[in-house]
């Protein structure tokens, strides 16, 4: 099963882009790579998610390596609101064609006035 | 309001005692999932479900039980709940069709098994 790695920690001032890296490099061909956030002890939130092209929408970009072992998440203009521990995660198949998910350890951002 | 609801929300028992936490989703799902959080592990699956009788085994299945009798329901049975459960547990759930399958979060229960 693909696992993933992300530091553990990153800074990003109010207003500047926030570039969150992720690890995969045992991707396989027919894994999806995700990404959500979580705000302190809530539930973890759905960001963006992408296979092989590049994504965005209205929260974040998906930037995925052509090799697919790692890929970014850019926050393009981060706000106070936006510091959170953030997982990149890769859609793994189970038994019998089921799909569990592996979370990695999570960057946690702050986002700094 | 669609949503994924688990109760109870705080928990404290203690060691041995037979212990459920409901999950249960409006959102007509087929995907159902529990993860426990514990510090510096991040989120680990302990169990999901594809649909209804249908059940599989995460990363930390050891020590937990579940079913899946009804669509919307999705409990997490503890037989004999040990300390080292202590823990805060998420159910997650999402629409099985497609390869689009964005995770709906509940708002998580804090277990403490003393």
């Known amino acids: 099963d693909a696992k993933t790695t992300q530091p553990t920690s990153m800074d990003c001032a109010e207003g500047r882009a926030a570039n969150l890296p992720c690890n995969h490099s045992t991707i396989s061909g027919n894994e999806y790579v995700y990404w959500y956030r979580q705000i302190h002890s809530q539930g973890p939130q759905y960001i963006i998610h992408g296979l092989k092209n590049n994504e965005t929408n209205e929260m974040a970009s998906l930037i995925i390596t052509e090799d697919r072992k790692s890929s970014t998440l850019i926050l393009p203009h981060a706000t106070l609101r936006d510091t959170a521990v953030y997982y990149c995660i890769v859609r793994a198949a189970g038994a019998s064609g089921t799909y569990k998910y592996i979370f990695g350890t999570g960057t946690r951002l702050k986002v700094l006035a | 309001e669609a949503q994924v609801t688990q109760n109870p929300r705080y928990l404290i028992t203690v060691t041995g005692k037979k212990l459920t936490v409901t999950c249960s989703q409006n959102?007509?799902?087929?995907?159902m999932s529990w993860y426990r959080q514990d510090p510096g592990l991040g989120l680990r699956q302990i169990y999901y479900?594809?649909?209804?009788?249908?059940?599989d085994k995460g990363d930390v299945p050891e020590g937990y039980k579940v079913s899946r009798k009804e669509k919307r329901n999705f409990p997490l049975i503890l037989e004999s709940p040990s300390p080292n459960q202590t823990s805060l547990y998420f159910c997650?759930?999402?629409?099985?069709?497609?390869?689009?399958?964005?995770?709906?979060f509940g708002p998580g229960t804090r277990l403490t098994v003393l």
């Open positions: 479900s594809m649909n209804v009788e249908v059940t």
């Open positions: 997650a759930s999402s629409p099985r069709t497609g390869n689009y399958n964005e995770q709906f």
């Open positions: 959102m007509n799902h087929e995907y």
